[in-house]
Structures are given as C-alpha cells and as structure tokens.
Nanobody, 127 residues
Framework: QLQLVESGGGLVQPGGSLRLSCAAS????????IGWFRQAPGKEREGVSC????????NYADSVKGRFTISRDNAKDTVYLQMNSLKPEDTAIYYC????????????????????WGQGTQVTVSS
C-alpha cells in the first residue's frame, strides 16, 4: 500500500523555522513528483511548493517565495520543506502529495493533479 507520511510540524514563534519531511512507504519516491499543500481553518487548500522527480525544477507560491525551500533526498526517499521566517499566516495543516510525472522535469502545482496524499502535519506560528 502506498503511503506518504509527513512529520516535523509543531508550534513555533513568528520568525522561527521548521523543516517538514515527507517520507514514502510502499513505493520508491524517486520516480514521483511531489507537492506541498496547506489548509488553514476556514480556508481552501492552497499549493505551497512542488518539485520534479529529478529535483531539478521547483515552484513556490508567491506567499512563501524567499522563505521556504523544497528539496529531496532520493537516497532517503524523503522530500523536505524548509520553512524560515515563519509568519502567523503560515499556520495550517501541511500535506505532501505525490504522482508519477510525465517526465522527470515536470512539476505539478494543483492538488487535483496528485494521486497520493499524506495525513498532514500541523504547523502553528504564534507567540
């Protein structure tokens, strides 16, 4: 069974940092494009960042550009989301998602394009 598991969430003060991890179980993450999404209470899910299976291409939402960095370690079957300079408006449940890509250089920004989802990890930015 294909599973994604997010970890690394928690409570952090504004200006702080967290690193989220997305690990795969039951399949080799090397061949999958990955996206990070988030959903805050009362708001729609939004795309945060995504990365091609090769890791060579990435994309970020305007709201996180310059603060968040997505990366992957295919040897560890893990994708990371490094979040710096966190703001209260970053508070949300963060989900990672995976799909087989058209090619190794393609990334996907929309949630409906993904087949597999993790259960989410809570990120709370508050003083």
């Amino acid at each position: 069974q294909l599973q994604l598991v997010e970890s690394g969430g928690g409570l952090v003060q504004p200006g702080g940092s967290l690193r989220l991890s997305c690990a795969a179980s039951g399949f080799n993450l090397d061949y999958y494009a990955i996206g990070w999404f988030r959903q805050a209470p009362g708001k729609e899910r939004e795309g945060v960042s995504c990365i091609s299976s090769s890791g060579g291409r990435t994309n970020y939402a305007d709201s996180v550009k310059g603060r968040f960095t997505i990366s992957r370690d295919n040897a560890k079957d893990t994708v990371y989301l490094q979040m710096n300079s966190l703001k209260p408006e970053d508070t949300a449940i963060y989900y990672c998602a995976a799909r087989r890509p058209y090619n190794s250089h393609t990334y996907y920004t929309q949630g409906f394009e993904y087949n597999y989802w993790g259960q989410g990890t809570q990120v709370t930015v508050s003083s």
